[in-house]
């Protein structure tokens, strides 16, 4: 007799990287039948013409009780001589099948790419998230590229976004401290002029979208129906040497009052000394080739906001500034390559340039090129808050932007998640740019990226508001193959066997940590410090999505093989 209702067995195929067998798990997903004691005679055939498995057995020795299920074999290479392995366990059926080559093997790639020519697919499943695919087609639209809601498509940017920028590493600014060093002397001042420069070459500007793996960040004013509050940035001019007297640009007037004076110095750096009596004094090492007193006064009524200026008199400055050692001068030297442009620079340009440098986005530089999907520590500022922000017609959560004394972006950028937004209408079609994206897949790639980089398999996932512990995750197999669905009964008339694809995913084990109490969270912190775990930080939305994720793909395994310790054994999509 037929199965009355085949749907309530679910399987699961499984395959592991460089190992040459497929495994199939059978189980009842209702009512979790204790399989080991109720399949009597079980049989399990392999049927290659018909592309299925068929698994038949008699329950509890009545043979009116027969139950007959049909899995359909995903694409592999199947060894038909090797036998056929199964058996009853607690709460599955496990079946086991020879492969000639493993899933992952480059013939096995190519052989399916080849056959794949005749077939209409949606492969955009298993291709790679990569960001020089998604900067090659956004560019090549010449005519420009809208933003949509994947919600309610509706249409995010005022006009077409043109020009694409894609973001640098997240340890961009490491990368300088280590190249040109990090002290107060010597190089020091090279790598913050570059560190500074750097990032205002990554200044969100309008019809300009930057890009990075996970986002897209636009300028406040390039998207539809978004009224920001101006930004004034708290203005304040805190003019250090370095970034000081090196933006310093032509125009106005000469206001005496400025001391630029060489001393000695142990540690051959310059300093920009501003005293009570309205005096700015310019402080670098003592040369016998270099003497330098020139006096401005500052105006200190004009001291704040667009009104600050002074400037620098050309007869003041030798020839023998640009021969003075070390580059803790370079500074000086560059001003006497403007003045002998025949212009006058003054500090109103300085302050121009500097503008961005405030408090907040000193406070904010760290993570202004970072990916805030998943932030590192370093990436964040107790400063800095970041606001959600909601599609304007359906409100979906769509991305987030960094804001401090007001509710204004403080670099004008709004970041957009890749998986919430699509390049095109219709959502999802063929040239929809980011339709492989999904919350899933963009986190199992910083995984596997961070575990890569970092060489940590274990990851704690905080709140980025709260900083408290929501979401522990350990990495168990960062390159397995999975496909999931139900059986059906050997009399279904409901068509033909469906084709499977293995896709490719990860293993992981997790644990919501999202209402632990204080004490456990003191747990969480020993744990993630004895083990040595990655501490990242992600919006509490989507962390809470994230759960939900893994708890549904839990259930794709049978029960017992969900539960370890205080963990749950999940997977995610590559």
Not at 422 to 450: A, H, V, W
Request: net charge negative; with cysteine; aromatic share 8%.
């Amino acid at each position: 007799m037929a199965i009355k209702n085949p749907r309530k067995w679910r399987f699961t195929w499984e395959a592991q990287s460089h190992s040459p067998t497929l495994k199939l798990f059978v189980f009842d997903s209702h009512t979790h039948t204790n399989t080991s004691n109720q399949c009597q005679n079980l049989e399990v055939n392999l049927n290659l013409p018909k592309h299925h498995v068929s698994i038949t057995w008699v329950q509890q020795q009545d043979l009116q009780n027969q139950i007959s299920l049909l899995v359909p074999i995903p694409k592999v290479l199947i060894d038909s001589e090797s036998p056929v392995s199964y058996r009853a366990l607690a709460d599955h059926i496990e079946v086991k099948l020879v492969l000639l080559l493993p899933v992952d093997h480059p013939i096995v790639a190519s052989s399916d790419s080849v056959l794949r020519l005749t077939q209409i697919a949606d492969s955009h499943v298993s291709t790679p998230l990569l960001m020089d695919s998604d900067i090659k087609k956004l560019s090549l639209k010449k005519e420009g590229v809208h933003f949509y809601c994947r919600n309610c498509s509706t249409k995010l940017t005022k006009t077409p976004i043109r020009n694409f920028v894609e973001m640098p590493s997240v340890n961009w600014q490491e990368a300088a401290d280590n190249w040109f060093g990090a002290c107060c002397c010597s190089f020091g001042g090279i790598s913050e002029k570059l560190v500074t420069r750097y990032a205002n070459c990554y200044t969100c500007v309008t019809g300009t979208c930057l890009l990075n793996c996970t986002t897209v960040t636009l300028f406040k004013d390039d998207l539809v129906g978004c009224n920001f509050p101006a930004w004034d940035g708290g203005r304040k001019c805190h003019a250090g040497l370095a970034s000081a007297v090196e933006d310093v640009t032509c125009g106005s007037t000469l206001d005496p009052g400025i001391i630029y004076r060489k001393t000695a110095g142990c540690d051959d750096q310059n300093e920009l000394v501003h005293d009570f009596c309205g005096k700015l004094s310019f402080m670098g090492n003592k040369d016998e080739n270099f003497i330098v007193s020139q006096q401005f006064d500052v105006n200190e009524k004009e001291t704040n906001g667009d009104s600050l200026f002074c400037t620098l008199p050309v007869s003041g400055l030798s020839e023998n500034v640009a021969s003075a050692p070390g580059c803790c001068v370079h500074a000086t030297h560059e001003i006497q390559d403007h003045v002998g442009e025949g212009c006058t620079p003054t500090l109103s340009a300085l302050y121009q340039k500097t503008e961005r440098n405030t408090a907040d986005q000193i406070s904010f530089r760290n993570g202004f090129l970072g990916n805030i999907f998943m932030a590192r520590s370093y990436n964040l500022s107790k400063d800095i808050e970041w606001i959600e922000f909601l599609c304007p017609c359906c409100l979906t959560f769509l991305g987030a932007y960094p804001s401090s004394t007001s509710d204004a972006p403080i670099d004008g950028g709004v970041r957009l998640f890749k998986c919430y937004i699509s390049t095109c209408l219709p959502i999802g079609g063929s040239d929809d740019i980011f339709r492989k994206y999904t919350l899933e897949r963009m986190f199992t790639n910083q995984l596997l990226e961070s575990a890569k980089d970092e060489l940590s398999f274990r990851t704690l996932i905080r709140d980025l508001k709260t900083k408290s512990p929501m979401l522990q995750i350990v990495l168990l197999n960062p390159n397995a193959w999975c496909c999931t669905g139900y059986c059906s009964g050997m009399d279904s008339t409901t068509g033909p066997i469906p084709k499977l694809d293995l896709q490719p995913i990860i293993k992981v084990l997790f644990s919501d940590c999202g209402n632990n109490s204080e004490s456990q969270s003191r747990i969480l912190d020993d744990w993630q410090t004895k083990n040595l775990a990655d501490d990242v930080f992600m919006l509490k939305r989507q962390i809470e999505e994230l759960i939900k994720l893994l708890v549904s793909a839990k259930d794709t395994l049978p029960p017992s093989y969900t539960s370890i310790e205080d963990f749950c054994l999940s997977c995610s999509q590559r």
